[in-house]
């Protein structure tokens, strides 16, 4: 989404990029699939800085947090799925058996109805604003979810949109506020143990070079798919381990 939104940033403009998904997310109080992980980016010039991205899932793990671990052979954190009757577990593989990511927080206690809330405007904005699909009827793009009947719309829904800063005020004196505003959270006090706050967008950076740098490592289960897909359709695949 992030790659979207900066679009915007690039020409001093705040970015935003919202999309819906496919329904893997169970909202507060339900054991049905009735959301996606429903990402939401806001992306915000500065000066002397990066810009400010917030580019997050409103479940408490994307998607591809727990087929990574899958393919590990990892246990999850509570908080990231339920079962298919509402009970937490551990079992990355629980999405396969009928059961649910959560929203951002969790449970109810904890703030899941928060994310709930989040996960909500973005599937309305995407979804019903635009007239794709939205809700349990989002098409899938996993294999195990099956499309559903009588969609109400077209395809997946996104919402792609941005503020101009010189409509509210000097983009100069923004970008030096949102500098001041930065500046002042990276020296604020660490917790135990901690260097410093994390602003959003900074460990996607430091990634981002990274990987520009030294390439993107791959765990063998992914390499050896690819291979066997490469073979399976006869193309080039040059990738090096």
């Not at 979207?4 to 819906?20: F, R, S």
Request: include cysteine; aromatic fraction near 8%.
């Amino acid at each position: 989404a992030a790659y979207h939104a900066l679009k915007a940033t690039n020409l001093d403009q705040i970015g935003m990029a919202l999309t819906n998904a496919s329904p893997l997310v169970a909202p507060t109080f339900s054991s049905e699939r009735m959301l996606g992980t429903n990402p939401i980016c806001y992306t915000i010039p500065a000066g002397r800085f990066a810009p400010v991205v917030i580019d997050m899932a409103t479940s408490t793990a994307a998607n591809g947090k727990l087929q990574i671990a899958e393919r590990e052979g990892k246990s999850i954190p509570n908080g990231w799925v339920q079962d298919a009757n509402g009970n937490g577990s551990n079992d990355p593989s629980e999405l396969k058996r009928g059961g649910a990511l959560l929203t951002l927080g969790s449970q109810r206690e904890t703030g899941g109805h928060k994310g709930f809330g989040l996960s909500a405007w973005v599937d309305i904005m995407s979804g019903v604003l635009s007239g794709a699909n939205y809700g349990p009827w989002v098409p899938p793009f996993v294999s195990f979810l099956p499309l559903a009947d009588d969609m109400p719309g077209k395809g997946i829904g996104h919402f792609v949109g941005a503020l101009r800063v010189d409509g509210f005020r000097e983009v100069s004196e923004f970008k030096a506020n949102m500098d001041q505003w930065i500046d002042r959270f990276k020296k604020a006090t660490p917790s135990e143990g901690q260097e410093s706050v994390i602003i959003p967008g900074e460990p996607e950076a430091a990634f981002h070079q990274q990987r520009e740098k030294n390439g993107i490592p791959v765990i063998q289960s992914v390499y050896d798919g690819l291979n066997e897909l490469a073979q399976k359709f006869q193309v080039p695949f040059d990738v090096l381990k």
